[in-house]
């Protein structure tokens, strides 16, 4: 069984910065590439960002393309998500997942297991 354990969240106002930890559980972690999913209330989720399983290729939604880097230390068994230049529209609950063997990075049905959230509110 493996267990996702989002950490970082919290209330900022706009322009600043957070970094978002999901620490993982299990011997496989690094074989698996990672994602970020957010959920703001009202929308749905959606595609924040994701890593291949040894980093070498990173994948963004357009929303979060050069303020948002993904990271992982496949030897803590760890993934971060480095947020700068935060705005409001930033506000969601923010998960990370773990990516099946094989699927596409940005939709949410190729990612099999999920942590429980981390708030970011992002004040103007």
């Known amino acids: 069984q493996v267990q996702l354990v989002e950490s970082g969240g919290g209330l900022v106002q706009a322009g600043a910065s957070l970094r978002l930890s999901c620490a993982a559980s299990?011997?496989?972690?690094?074989?698996?590439?990672m994602g970020w999913f957010r959920q703001a209330p009202g929308k749905e989720r959606e595609f924040v960002a994701a890593i291949s399983w040894s980093g070498d290729s990173t994948y963004y939604a357009n929303s979060v393309k050069g303020r948002f880097t993904i990271s992982r230390d496949n030897a803590k068994n760890t993934v971060y998500l480095q947020m700068n230049s935060l705005k409001p529209e930033d506000t969601a609950v923010y998960y990370c997942a773990r990516r099946r063997i094989s699927g596409n990075y940005y939709l949410s049905r190729s990612y099999d297991y999920w942590g429980q959230g981390t708030q970011v509110t992002v004040s103007s």
């Open positions: 299990g011997r496989t972690f690094s074989s698996y590439a």
